[in-house]
């Protein structure tokens, strides 16, 4: 059971948006920022959206994240064929001595 | 070139240990965060342990608290996870990453290295 909460697929058709959802709790998203990770098959995670909803050079501006409350929300618009990976989102959860929490990932498939 | 280099997998009994390594180049190391993530086979990416850059604090997921131990040798420019009391869920590909500070995002990704744990 992940800290984070994102539903385990979405999908969409070329050209198409889609957006992950992303839920966490007050002592997590609600008071620290969230980064948005990329998973392509075979590779290690590559950084997609950091605090919130800053894109690392190189990150085309089809991929956007925005946050809000104890929620967060990765969106992809003009969706391609290469989009298909699995997406992450991640945070620091400052109870006990604090840690890093991930979510369970999403799925995406481009149909 | 900015790269890490993750070495020390293997295949180890239950109740066994290993010594994870992971090399970094190409960027002022003892300024960042290292941490290890691992992924189980087909499933999804599990935070694991970190340790700051400036103060050397550490950090373990509930999972591996007790049994694992986060180090860095800034000398060597080399984080170290020592896994003792292994158990069969700790089978997984363990990635190290490099992050500003423990609640920044991990800029840098290794290619991981397999720890299988299996009698």
């Known amino acids: 059971q992940s800290v984070l909460t994102q539903p385990p697929s979405a999908s969409g058709t070329p050209g198409q948006r889609v957006s992950i959802s992303c839920s966490g709790s007050n002592s997590n998203i609600g008071i620290n920022t969230v980064n948005w990770y990329q998973q392509l098959p075979g590779t290690a995670p590559k950084l997609l959206i950091y605090s919130n909803n800053q894109r690392p050079s190189g990150v085309p501006d089809r991929f956007s994240g925005s946050k809000s409350g104890t929620s967060a929300s990765l969106a992809i618009s003009g969706l391609q064929s290469e989009d298909e990976a699995d997406y992450y989102c991640a945070s620091w959860d400052d109870s006990l001595n604090g840690r890093g929490v991930f979510g369970g990932g999403t799925k995406l498939t481009v149909l | 070139e900015v790269q890490l280099l993750e070495s020390g997998g293997g295949l180890v009994q239950p109740g066994g240990s290993l010594r994870l390594s992971c090399a970094a180049s190409?960027?002022?190391?003892?300024?960042?965060?290292m941490t290890w993530v691992r992924q189980a086979p087909g499933k999804g990416l599990e935070w694991v342990s970190a340790i700051s850059g400036t103060d050397t604090r550490t950090y373990y997921a509930d999972s591996v608290k007790g049994r694992f131990t986060i180090s860095r040798d800034n000398s060597m420019n080399t984080v170290y996870l020592q896994m003792n009391s292994l158990r069969v869920e700790d089978t997984a590909l363990y990635y190290c990453a490099k992050s500003w500070s423990p609640l920044h995002a991990f800029d840098l990704w290794g290619q991981g290295t397999m720890v299988t744990v299996s009698s």
């Open positions: 190409g960027f002022t190391f003892t300024t960042y965060t």
